[in-house]
């Protein structure tokens, strides 16, 4: 227990996470290509068409998944942002930081391909629907977060600050949600529900999962990339990235 | 009373100091020297707890600052660079506030009394606005002569003063020191203060030494 | 513990006293924005009646964020910000004041005022009433939650129009349920339940935000 614990604390040093890091992001990288490779032929391919929506169904395994990172992403960025600003770790809020492009473009996927998918299904390109909207909230709280991180020129007082609006924004993100539900049913009518439980064939699932995962692998892939840069960016005056660069390994 | 342990503050990219220690009893004066930009307001907003420190610990009668809180604030004055006066108050108005916030309570004859010692009688009832700025720097000095607080923290509590002032200035400095007070300050005046308990501390350029 | 806090709001009570002329501002840019709708949208009063708890709650919203710039600037630029930081009191109960003190120069009026620019948008008696219950509960936690972000955002470039990027998508519950209630009274369905979520909020924001606030602070004045 005591060795692994120690091992944690190595890791959570940013010159010995920074080589893990490398590791990380090069294997997710490889399994996104094949995940995705497999995933994206059997969305076309092998999954059964819709008999409801047709076609234009098949968009849900890039729509889905982007919206449910969106919405992880968040909480997990949240989360390393308040362990950053409470145990004043540095990699931690670099982690946070890393996370949030990668979170507003998972949200931004979602609410493109969710026009996509409204234009056949819907008639419309954007419609109020209380999941859409609360897609472009979360894209909004994304966009303050990024917004607040570049404005504050001192790293340390910018991650801090960004702590604390990740975690107010993260108590509120319930809040948000269920009262956007709630305004949504109370405006009946301008909405049409279509996501309504159907029964999934099993093909479709699986290719949902496989989908996800490639998201997943993904996420982390390009997250360990800019977490990376991130490092180098604030540790370029120590010693080691000073080696580093010397030997030509960074 | 106040300990400084393997400090380190680090602004923006530059590293102001590191692994920096001092001790200060009670009656002591520390009076830190240093070119500017050496870290030494950097080094007084830390200590005041304004500031967390890169790396490194400050301790108040043995305690870390940042668990003491509010109870170390209690114990602390801290006079900054700004201010602190508010344009649209009077001068009496201002300490009032500013005492009350600080937990002393003062009566309005106690305020108008601190006012007239450091020098600005006839002004005690004006909007701080029309105050020059040296006249403004005493309403913020004026919270020393009405708050017992043990520690000082004045970063460059000489500056805009008057040669009157300075001399004032200097004889309340040397009587907190001489009630077993702390004193931490800067200043880039010559000035004479207590003979005894004084020590200086040199920011800058790497070296960090007592003289 | 409670002199604390009234030594707070009283000391800004007497400032936004002394100048007098800014606290017009907000409370001006409310009664204009309110009244450009008619303008852009057209006389017809139905229309109206039914736009009217959006645009007046849409409008507190923006006037309640103009007036945040305010809120910890001109403390944080005088210095007398940071020697709230060292006081021996709880900063949340500082913050807290100066929230309370700031509510009750820009928040109350434009509450006050409501009913009369709902008039000119044709509402009748209960709803004006239910509007201004809601503008009553809604403007403080919008003050509360908009504290966060004046924080956050203090002595940045561009902090105005930053602290409203931050801090809007925050508010939209308030906004939902605020001017649901004025609707869901208007349309004959009772307002009530938007009203006790409002409250709701407006409670949560109060323990919640101030602590924020001051943490948030802390870090701003590092």
Known sequence: MSSRLVNWFKFSSPSTFYPLAGKIGFWSMVVTVVLLAVGLYMSFFVAPTDYKQ??????????????????????????????????NTRLSAMMASALAPTGASMAFIALWTGAFWGKPMWGAWWVWDARLTSELILLFL???????????????RADRACAVLAIVGVVNVPIIYYSVIWWNTLHQGATIQIRGESSMDPLMLTTLLIMTLAFWAYCIA????????????????????????KEGRA | MLEVRNLECVRGDRRLFRELNFTLREGELLHLHGHNGSGKTTLLRAVSGLLLPSAGEILWRGKDIRELREEFSAELIFIGHKRA??????????LRVACTLDGVRISEEQAWKALERI????????????????????????????????????????????????????????????????????????????????????????????? | ???????????????????????????????????????????????????????????????SMLALERLFAADYADGTLEQMLLTPQPLALLVLGKIAAHWLVTGLPLVLISPLLGLQYGLSGETLLVLLFSLLLGTPALSLIGAIGAALTLGLRGGGVLVSLLVLPLTIPVLIFGSGSVEATASGMGGEGHLYLLGAILVMSLVLAPLAAATALRISNE
């Open chain 3, 1 to 63: 513990m409670f002199e604390i806090f009234r030594t707070v709001v009283m000391r800004d009570l007497v400032l936004a006293l002394r100048r007098r002329a800014d606290l017009m501002t907000v409370l001006f840019f409310f009664v204009i924005v309110v009244s450009l709708f008619p303008l852009a949208i057209g006389p017809e009063m139905s229309t109206l009646r039914m736009i009217a708890p959006g645009v007046v709650w849409v409008a507190a919203l923006l006037a």
């Open chain 1, 54 to 87: 047709g076609e234009g169904y098949r968009i849900i395994y890039v729509h889905v998944p982007a919206a449910w990172m969106s919405m992880f992403l968040y909480v997990l960025m949240a989360g390393w942002a308040a362990l950053g600003l409470v145990f």
């Open chain 1, 142 to 156: 994304y966009l303050g977060f990024i917004a607040l991180q570049s404005a504050i020129d001192d790293p340390r």
């Open chain 2, 85 to 94: 006066i508010k344009d649209d108050l009077s001068a009496v108005e201002n």
């Open chain 1, 222 to 245: 390009v997250a360990m990339a800019r977490v990376r840069s991130i490092i180098l960016e604030r540790e370029r005056e120590t010693t080691w990235v000073g080696e580093m660069v």
């Open chain 2, 119 to 211: 020098g600005l009688y006839g002004f005690e009832d004006l909007p701080s606005r029309v105050l020059s700025q040296g006249q403004k720097r005493r309403v913020g000095l004026a919270r020393l002569l009405l708050n017992r607080a043990p520690l000082w923290v004045l970063d460059e509590p000489f500056n805009a003063l008057d040669k009157a002032a300075v001399g004032l200035l200097q004889g309340v400095i040397r009587e907190h020191v001489a009630n077993a007070g702390v004193v931490l300050l800067t200043t880039h005046q010559e000035v004479s203060l207590t003979q005894g308990a004084v020590h200086s501390l040199q920011l800058g350029s790497g070296e960090l030494g007592h003289v």
